[in-house]
């Protein structure tokens, strides 16, 4: 089990713009978008919407269903790691 998840623009820094090696303002201008925006993505501080998705897969980076999908498993792990409220059945057994 994963005690700590990558958030994934951090994925996405490590994988695809440093192999490149793209800087944030070079990789912003291709893809159309701020350097402040990518930035924050890339740093954690944003996710990646589903605009930026599919910015990457017309750029050539994987579909832009696998990262709306990383970007929702890395949101529920942070969303299990806080305690929960106590749930009851909305329906009766």
């Known amino acids: 089990m994963i005690h700590t ?12 713009f440093a ?20 930035s924050r993505v890339l740093n954690g501080k944003a996710g990646i919407s589903p605009d930026l998705a599919l910015r990457l897969e017309k750029a050539g980076i994987s579909s832009a269903r696998f990262w709306v999908n990383l970007q929702a498993n890395y949101d529920l792990w942070l969303a299990m790691q806080h305690a929960q409220p106590r ?3 909305l329906q009766a057994a």
């Open 19 to 38: 192999p490149l090696n793209l800087s944030v303002t070079d990789a912003a201008e291709r893809l159309s978008m701020s350097r402040v925006a990518l």
């Open 5 to 16: 998840h990558p958030h994934p623009g951090e994925i996405l820094k490590e994988t695809v």
């Open 87 to 89: 749930v009851r059945a």
